[in-house]
């Protein structure tokens, strides 16, 4: 059987992502994930915390939830969606989780404890504070993590971003969670709806499609856009695309 690998392309500010936190953590026992920033809320799309904001990203969230069984913490919505001086940028959650990649392999699982800190226990984990403390609890070393995060701050985080949105481009991706199975140098384009809130059924799909033909289906659900939520509603009918 060929080698398989599952990219996973999302933002650490993408509600959908957080949503399809249980499919990511279910695919990794099955092969390999490797996780792409795709830049959100970075640049001229990092936003400060606002009564609008959050009038607009509430609805979503309930969405999320209901479709996927994710919580939502009321220190997120009561408090972090409340806190006019919180700024959503991607880039440095990207930084950290690259850190952590390079220090452990360990980028996913802080992914994941941000996405937990953000949306459940209401944290700005745009702060480098946060970042540190957070990387803390998961295990890494304070002073090699700071070293590595401030190694991979700027530059290093924009190719990043960059290169997973080439990526994102390349196999047809919309939006953000995108998730793609590469296998015998061929790219697969994963429609997760069929999956959302069934991650145990997600990793017997993977288990039987690694090494065989995928079957397509499709499906549409509300995905987060390149540039922001506002861009949600793409149509994901696109289920299984080979390339």
Same mark, same amino acid.
């Given at each position: 059987?060929?080698?398989?690998?599952?990219?996973?392309?999302?933002?650490?500010?993408?509600?959908?992502?957080?949503?399809?936190?249980?499919?990511?953590?279910?695919?990794?026992?099955?092969?390999?994930?490797?996780?792409?920033?795709?830049?959100?809320?970075?640049?001229?799309?990092?936003?400060?915390?606002?009564?609008?904001?959050?009038?607009?990203?509430?609805?979503?969230?309930?969405? &999320?939830?209901?479709?996927?069984?994710?919580?939502?913490?009321?220190?997120?919505?009561?408090?972090?969606?409340?806190?006019?001086?919180?700024?959503?940028?991607?880039?440095?959650?990207?930084?950290?989780?690259?850190?952590?990649?390079?220090?452990?392999?360990?980028?996913?699982?802080?992914?994941?404890?941000?996405?937990?800190?953000?949306?459940?226990?209401?944290?700005?984990?745009?702060?480098?504070?946060?970042?540190?403390?957070?990387?803390?609890? &998961?295990?890494?070393?304070?002073?090699?993590?700071?070293?590595?995060?401030?190694?991979?701050?700027?530059?290093?985080?924009?190719?990043?971003?960059?290169?997973?949105?080439?990526?994102?481009?390349?196999?047809?991706?919309?939006?953000?969670?995108?998730?793609?199975?590469?296998?015998?140098?061929?790219?697969?384009? &994963?429609? &997760?709806?069929?999956?959302?809130?069934?991650?145990?059924?997600?990793?017997?799909?993977?288990?039987?499609?690694?090494?065989?033909?995928?079957?397509?289906?499709?499906?549409?659900?509300?995905?987060?856009?390149?540039?922001?939520?506002?861009?949600?509603?793409?149509?994901?009918?696109?289920?299984?695309?080979?390339?």
């Amino acid at each position: 059987m060929s080698v398989a690998t599952l990219h996973y392309i999302y933002d650490p500010l993408c509600g959908w992502c957080y949503g399809a936190k249980p499919l990511v953590q279910a695919a990794q026992a099955v092969l390999p994930v490797i996780a792409h920033g795709g830049g959100m809320m970075t640049g001229n799309n990092r936003q400060s915390v606002s009564p609008q904001l959050r009038d607009y990203v509430m609805p979503h969230d309930r969405r &999320i939830a209901e479709y996927t069984g994710q919580p939502f913490g009321e220190a997120y919505f009561e408090g972090l969606l409340r806190d006019h001086s919180a700024v959503f940028d991607s880039a440095p959650p990207i930084s950290a989780i690259l850190a952590a990649e390079q220090l452990a392999g360990r980028g996913l699982e802080l992914l994941g404890r941000l996405q937990t800190a953000h949306y459940v226990e209401g944290r700005r984990i745009a702060d480098k504070d946060v970042l540190l403390e957070l990387a803390e609890t &998961i295990g890494l070393e304070s002073q090699a993590f700071n070293e590595a995060f401030e190694a991979a701050t700027n530059s290093a985080t924009q190719n990043h971003i960059k290169e997973s949105r080439a990526l994102l481009a390349q196999v047809g991706g919309q939006g953000f969670p995108t998730l793609v199975l590469e296998q015998d140098g061929q790219f697969t384009l &994963i429609d &997760i709806s069929p999956w959302l809130g069934k991650p145990e059924a997600l990793a017997t799909w993977l288990s039987e499609s690694v090494g065989t033909a995928a079957v397509e289906s499709s499906s549409s659900i509300e995905a987060c856009g390149l540039d922001g939520c506002a861009q949600a509603g793409v149509n994901r009918a696109t289920a299984l695309k080979r390339f």
